[in-house]
């Protein structure tokens, strides 16, 4: 009777689960939202700086030439990682909300 009447649909112990279960999809979703729009405005920031550095033609000569190729692979080579990184956390953020 217990059972029936409290845990069942459309019994109170139901309404509460998913009123919390409802809160928290929303809650995970936008922390999601904002942690995405935080680590790409400081890729962003980043990217921006080095590109910044690497205008710079100050010191032209041919060993100058190649860091500035070899760290700008880097950088994108680090972006890569970084993308790839995020969507596993999210994608197993989602999987243990679902």
């Known amino acids: 009777m ?6 069942a649909q459309p019994g109170p112990y139901m309404a509460i689960h998913d009123g919390i279960k409802t809160d ?3 809650m995970m979703e936008g ?3 904002t942690l995405l ?3 790409e405005n400081i ?3 980043i990217q921006r700086d080095f590109e910044r550095i690497i205008a710079t033609n100050e010191d032209d000569s041919e060993v100058a030439q190649e860091f500035r190729r070899e760290l700008h692979g880097m950088v994108e080579e680090a972006k890569e990682e ?3 990184e995020m969507r596993n956390h999210i994608d197993n953020a989602r999987r243990c909300k679902g």
């Open 2 to 7: 217990f059972g029936a009447s409290v845990c």
């Open 24 to 26: 928290f999809e929303k």
């Open 31 to 33: 922390g999601r939202k």
């Open 37 to 39: 729009y935080i680590v």
């Open 43 to 45: 890729f962003h920031a």
């Open 82 to 84: 970084l993308a790839i």
